[in-house]
């Protein structure tokens, strides 16, 4: 009986620590070894012949807060308050069951 050696190629990537460690935390939540997970992604760019999510730049960037002037925080209170003025509110109680269906929260 013979074996065959499986036959691997080393890739060597870069990547901040902060998203290797959120990465691999995850990763082992699921039981895939870091090493798996790149393979699998690897696969499906062979499989999907480019890479296998959408890649956007997003409609509106999130704004912190910390970074706003006084004039820019009072116009966005004021969207809020002109959307509530409009009826353009959604219940809590909807908010919320819809981050437990797509979330699990």
């Known amino acids: 009986m013979t074996r065959s050696a499986t036959r691997t190629a080393n890739v060597f990537t870069r ?7 959120k990465a691999e935390a995850i990763l082992n939540q699921l039981g895939i070894p870091m090493s798996n997970a790149i393979g699998m992604f690897l696969k499906q760019v062979v499989m999907q012949r ?11 960037v999130p704004v ?16 809020g308050m002109d ?17 437990r269906s797509l979330y699990g929260v």
């Open 50 to 60: 480019g890479i296998p999510f959408d890649m956007k730049i997003p409609a509106s």
């Open 15 to 21: 990547v901040d620590p902060e998203t290797k460690e």
């Open 83 to 99: 959307d509530i003025s409009a009826g353009r509110v959604v219940p809590a109680d909807a908010v919320e069951a819809e981050m």
């Open 64 to 79: 912190s807060i910390g970074s706003m002037t006084k004039e820019q925080f009072d116009a966005e209170l004021q969207k």
